[in-house]
């Protein structure tokens, strides 16, 4: 992939005007992160209102995530077919229509309609991650897209970690000061409005915007016909999305019911919601140190490193009881940090010409948010939610293997 800038010339591009590009992309992964995150309230609002099961909760995530295993691929030709920049406007204008959705399935109060209005939502977040995943990864030095990636991460992060406490603000605790039917219904309306002014605003800028224009090069680069078999990193790389994704969102559904347990800390859900944000904040804070690190160490090796904290936090979880088990499984969250960027760029790196297609399979792979919280959601609902996290720690697991093992490929390479 290379970069062209409308009425610029490339050495100047080189120069760093890359950076405007930047800057503006960092507002929609603040978006998708916050209303990614919206979901873990949405989760113990839905399941009061609708008398739900862990399993059938779930659904939430199930419905979500699902949209990113339907829609990259159509999602990737679209981007392909209109470019990158038009593809941003078309995903923020698909996810504030799914958010305009939120009105009727509370006014009608049926639960498969938030679910419709889930998934409609997801598939523009879809298209966002497709359009603007690689474009981050072209916007330099192909060395330095983890670093690049991570940053922008962070900023992914800082909405992750807001949006639980707006959340438990106007929809958990709006709910528990409720008195009738109808201002329960208001509290959910309300946020998802105003997300759905905000994504149609974006969409307006980016519509406006002189963005550059990302195209492929064919010179030097491998032929787009490989098949995507002949890049064993990148398969392995596509198992690391899922697993990670459906072990961070597996644990971020699962806070403010475990936070309320009687054996852990016992809180109304509108205060344990308070709690979720340190869960996200330690992402950003760990996202945001990890770009420098990155720079300076083998990012497949800190990847490893990352994992194996997050397997002994989860452990900690599991087996002890009261702060500490709260605690252990909010810090997962500053070891979560690098894991996505760093499994991404890794994932594609080398790919050239095909790296839009390695780019639509990992985009794929985030189908693990609906699957891996699923499958918690039943465990928890046979054994409780403490011995249900075995499930993210063996994601963990198999992402500490993908980092260890990459390293000692890239070395066998050098």
Same mark, same amino acid.
């Given at each position: 992939?290379?970069?062209? /800038?409308?009425?610029?010339?490339?050495? &100047?591009?080189? #120069?760093? &005007?890359?950076?405007?590009? $930047?800057?503006?992309?960092?507002?929609? !992964?603040?978006?998708?992160?916050?209303?990614?995150?919206?979901?873990?309230?949405?989760?113990?609002?839905?399941?009061?209102?609708?008398? $739900?099961?862990?399993?059938? +909760?779930?659904?939430?995530?199930?419905?979500?995530?699902?949209?990113?295993?339907?829609?990259?691929? %159509?999602?990737? +030709? $679209?981007?392909?077919?209109?470019?990158?920049?038009?593809?941003?406007?078309?995903?923020?204008?698909?996810?504030?229509?799914?958010?305009?959705?939120?009105?009727?399935?509370?006014?009608?109060?049926?639960?498969? !309609?938030?679910?419709?209005?889930?998934?409609?939502?997801?598939?523009?977040?879809? @298209?966002?991650?497709?359009?603007?995943?690689?474009?981050?990864?072209?916007?330099?030095?192909?060395?330095?897209?983890?670093?690049?990636?991570?940053?922008? #991460?962070?900023?992914?992060? *800082? =909405?992750?970690?807001?949006?639980?406490? /707006?959340?438990?603000?106007?929809?958990?605790?709006?709910?528990?000061?409720?008195?009738?039917?109808?201002?329960?219904? +208001?509290?959910?309306?309300? %946020?998802?409005?105003? @997300?759905?002014?905000?994504?149609?605003?974006?969409?307006?800028?980016?519509?406006? *915007? &002189?963005?550059?224009?990302?195209?492929?090069?064919?010179?030097? #680069?491998?032929?787009?016909?490989?098949?995507?078999?002949?890049?064993?990193?990148?398969?392995? =790389?596509?198992?690391?999305?899922?697993?990670?994704?459906?072990?961070?969102?597996?644990?971020?559904?699962?806070?403010?019911?475990?936070?309320?347990? %009687?054996?852990?800390?016992?809180?109304?859900?509108?205060?344990?919601?308070?709690?979720?944000?340190?869960?996200?904040?330690?992402?950003?804070?760990?996202?945001?140190?990890?770009?420098?690190?990155?720079?300076?160490?083998?990012?497949?090796?800190?990847?490893?490193?990352?994992?194996?904290?997050?397997?002994?936090?989860?452990?900690?979880?599991?087996?002890?009881?009261?702060? $500490?088990?709260?605690?252990?499984?909010?810090?997962?969250?500053?070891?979560?940090?690098?894991?996505? %960027?760093?499994?991404?760029?890794?994932?594609?790196?080398?790919?050239? &010409?095909?790296?839009?297609?390695?780019?639509?399979?990992?985009?794929?792979?985030?189908?693990?948010?609906?699957?891996?919280?699923?499958?918690?959601?039943?465990?928890?609902?046979?054994?409780?939610?403490?011995? +249900? !996290?075995?499930?993210?720690?063996?994601?963990?697991?198999?992402?500490? !293997?993908?980092?260890?093992?990459?390293?000692?490929?890239?070395?066998? #390479?050098?």
């Amino acid at each position: 992939m290379a970069v062209s /800038i409308p009425g610029s010339s490339q050495s &100047n591009f080189e #120069q760093g &005007n890359y950076r405007f590009a $930047l800057g503006a992309l960092t507002s929609l !992964f603040f978006m998708w992160g916050f209303i990614t995150c919206l979901n873990d309230i949405l989760i113990p609002y839905l399941k009061a209102q609708f008398a $739900l099961s862990y399993t059938e +909760a779930m659904l939430i995530q199930f419905c979500f995530f699902a949209a990113y295993f339907v829609m990259s691929v %159509p999602s990737g +030709a $679209l981007v392909h077919r209109i470019g990158h920049q038009k593809g941003l406007v078309a995903g923020l204008t698909i996810a504030g229509t799914g958010c305009l959705l939120f009105y009727p399935a509370a006014q009608m109060h049926w639960y498969p !309609f938030f679910l419709l209005a889930l998934f409609v939502l997801a598939s523009g977040i879809t @298209l966002l991650q497709v359009a603007a995943n690689p474009y981050v990864a072209a916007l330099g030095p192909a060395k330095t897209a983890p670093s690049r990636l991570t940053l922008t #991460q962070g900023f992914n992060s *800082l =909405g992750t970690t807001i949006a639980p406490l /707006i959340g438990g603000a106007l929809i958990l605790a709006a709910v528990t000061s409720a008195t009738t039917d109808a201002e329960k219904v +208001a509290s959910v309306q309300f %946020p998802y409005l105003m @997300l759905a002014a905000a994504l149609f605003g974006l969409a307006l800028v980016f519509a406006w *915007l &002189n963005l550059p224009v990302i195209h492929e090069d064919n010179a030097g #680069q491998v032929s787009s016909k490989t098949p995507l078999s002949a890049y064993p990193h990148l398969i392995l =790389g596509a198992v690391g999305i899922f697993v990670y994704v459906g072990g961070e969102v597996a644990i971020g559904s699962f806070l403010v019911n475990f936070i309320g347990e %009687p054996t852990v800390m016992g809180l109304a859900e509108h205060e344990a919601a308070n709690y979720v944000a340190y869960y996200w904040g330690g992402a950003m804070v760990g996202r945001f140190i990890g770009a420098a690190v990155m720079t300076r160490f083998s990012p497949s090796r800190v990847l490893g490193i990352h994992a194996i904290g997050s397997v002994l936090l989860v452990a900690l979880a599991m087996v002890s009881s009261g702060k $500490l088990a709260m605690l252990a499984i909010l810090a997962v969250g500053l070891c979560n940090s690098i894991m996505f %960027p760093t499994i991404f760029s890794l994932a594609i790196q080398g790919m050239g &010409n095909d790296a839009s297609r390695g780019s639509g399979l990992l985009c794929l792979a985030i189908v693990g948010g609906a699957i891996v919280p699923l499958i918690q959601g039943i465990i928890a609902d046979v054994a409780g939610i403490q011995l +249900a !996290f075995i499930v993210p720690l063996l994601c963990y697991v198999y992402i500490a !293997f993908y980092g260890f093992s990459y390293f000692k490929w890239y070395k066998t #390479q050098a």
